[in-house]
Structures are given as structure tokens and as C-alpha cells.
């Protein structure tokens, strides 16, 4: 990741370059204020193939739903999109948005944190959109395309997506499981804490204990690792 937080820093120096000067290059467009959320949504409605991305908040938006990502996966288009841990641990945006999106088809995968939020249509065209630490301001993004910038960016993509633990909802509970036993194990590979597990589950802590309980014991793990090569191996999650 300290590749992708170099790659960060170099767009936004090449942000400061052009915003700097009276550049014509098109390769990278500077997008601020009210354009920005119309432009986000003009790039994905367009998106004919795949769409990759790096998903962590702040937002631009109020992190709802995204019908866009789930019409655009009805008619064929990939999306694969790692997740950072505080993006996950958002109990509203993973029940409206991240839960949907999985289940109707986006490969996803978790990381502790992303240092860049990054989105690239088609491998065509990046939006980058700086945190308010490198960027002084988070109401503004960075369209950039065919480049060495954007190729290097399509390669921390990939680095990070080979890192990134992966997430999916089961189409089928395991025999010996029970379907929110099915659901704590995916939540926990994710990294996030029980009490956030409590909350997407919409059961307590003394429930969710209790089947923490069941699992360890079925598995004869005294551990979350244990837990989780358990489930592995035996094609539970």
C-alpha cells in the first residue's frame, strides 16, 4: 500500500501542475464543486465492459444505494471494488449498498485502508478523488486518461486487489450451518469488530456470542485465524 499512497501523492502534484498553469493537455481534467457527482454518474452509466474501484469514505454523496452499479451489472458490466475496513464497518452503507451491489454481482474484496479513492471505467478513464489531507479539500477530483498515470493506477489496483480478502454472500448455507452462522463467517473475514457484525446482523452481542461459541467449538478453533482456516478449508466462506 505504499505504492498506492505514492500513486495518491503523484496525482495530486500532477493536479497542483495543471491547475497551476494554463496546460490545454486534456489527460487530466480538474472536476470540483457540483459537476462532480453529475460527472461520477455520467462516466458509470456509460461504462461498457468493467468498472474498478477503490470504495472508502468521505463521499461525495450520502452513501445509499447505487442502482447505477447494480442495472449496469444486470446488463453484463464487471465491477470488482476493494473495500476499505471503514467502509465495511459502516453498518447503513453495507445493508444499502455494499450488500446489494455483492449480490447481484460485484467481486469485492476488503482491505484495512485504502490510500486513494479511485475509480476506472473501461480502463479508460480514472477519477481520483483526494482525501482533504493531500488535497487541502475533498470537493474536488482528478479525470484522468490514457496515460502512464492511468496505467500505473490500473496496476496499484491490481496490487491491491491480489491483497484484498474476498467478499461474497453464499448462494448456499453449508449443512452445518445455519444461515446467520453463514453470515458471521463472511463478516468476520472482512475484519470487521463484533460489534459492528452485531449491527449489520440486527441481533445482539449476547446472540452473536453465542454462535461465535457454536462455530469455535464445531470447528475446534480457540481463535478468529483458526476460525477462518477452518472455514476455508472446508469451503464454508
Known amino acids: 500500500m505504499q505504492q498506492a499512497h505514492l500513486a495518491a501523492l503523484n496525482a495530486y502534484r500532477e493536479y497542483r501542475r495543471c491547475t497551476g498553469s494554463q496546460s490545454t493537455d486534456e489527460l487530466v481534467e480538474v472536476v470540483t464543486g457540483p459537476q462532480i457527482v453529475d460527472r461520477i454518474w455520467q462516466f458509470e452509466k456509460a461504462a461498457e465492459s468493467e468498472v474498478v474501484r477503490f470504495d472508502s469514505p468521505p463521499y461525495h454523496t450520502e452513501g445509499g444505494a447505487n442502482p447505477i452499479e447494480v442495472n449496469n451489472l444486470e446488463r453484463g458490466v464487471k465491477y470488482r471494488l476493494v473495500y476499505s475496513s471503514s467502509a465495511v464497518q459502516n453498518s447503513a ?73 474476498p467478499m461474497h454472500l453464499s448462494a448456499q448455507v ?64
Open 93 to 165: 452503507y453495507y445493508a444499502v449498498n455494499i450488500q446489494p451491489c455483492i449480490a447481484a454481482g460485484e467481486e469485492a474484496r476488503v482491505l484495512t485502508e485504502v490510500p486513494v479513492k479511485l475509480t476506472v471505467f473501461d480502463r479508460r478513464l480514472a477519477i481520483v478523488s483526494m482525501s482533504s489531507v493531500e488535497a487541502e479539500s475533498n470537493e474536488s477530483l482528478l479525470l484522468v486518461r490514457s496515460s502512464s498515470l492511468l496505467t500505473a493506477l490500473l496496476g496499484l489496483f491490481e496490487t491491491a486487489w491480489s491483497s484484498g480478502y
Open 174 to 237: 453449508p449443512p452445518a450451518l445455519r444461515p446467520l452462522q453463514c453470515r458471521i463467517l463472511e463478516l468476520l473475514g472482512t475484519g470487521v469488530t463484533d460489534d459492528t457484525i452485531a449491527q449489520l446482523l440486527g441481533v445482539s452481542r449476547r446472540t452473536l456470542s453465542r454462535h461465535m461459541e457454536q462455530l469455535y467449538l464445531v470447528a475446534g478453533a480457540a481463535n478468529r485465524f483458526q476460525l477462518a482456516l477452518y472455514a476455508a478449508r472446508r469451503k464454508w466462506i
